[in-house]
């Protein structure tokens, strides 16, 4: 229970923050972004002290520690790659093309 009280003021420091942001908008721009950013900051604090919090934050570690392990492919593998897919795309859509057109054709031909 306590949980989705934590839950509900995070919503809630967004949601002011985004409030002050338009109700102020005779105030300068900076304070108004300040203003978003703290109840994005406060936000994310009540939020961490939430088990929900805790367990993304573990989650997101854990995701950021498997993608250091990940093996990215190198710029040449990469640039190869986009060559083959944009050809594969430009083969496709002529093919797409040409059924389109003699599809077409064959129902202009039994429709008259």
């Not at 972004?33 to 088990?51: F, K, Q, Y």
Request: hydrophobic share 60%; net charge positive; glycine share 8%.
């Amino acid at each position: 229970m306590l949980d989705k009280i934590k839950i509900t003021v995070a919503i809630l420091c967004v949601v002011g923050g985004l409030w002050a942001y338009y109700h102020f908008a005779d105030v300068a721009l900076g304070l108004r972004a300040l203003m978003v950013l703290c109840g994005l900051v406060l936000g994310g604090l009540v939020t961490w002290s939430s088990n929900p919090g805790k367990t993304f934050i573990g989650f997101a570690q854990d995701a950021w520690r498997e993608g250091a392990r990940v093996a990215w492919p190198s710029r040449q593998e990469t640039r190869r790659m986009t060559l083959v897919v944009f050809a594969f795309v430009v083969v496709m859509s002529l093919f797409l093309f040409l059924v389109d057109n003699v599809v077409a054709w064959l129902i202009k031909l039994f429709i008259g």
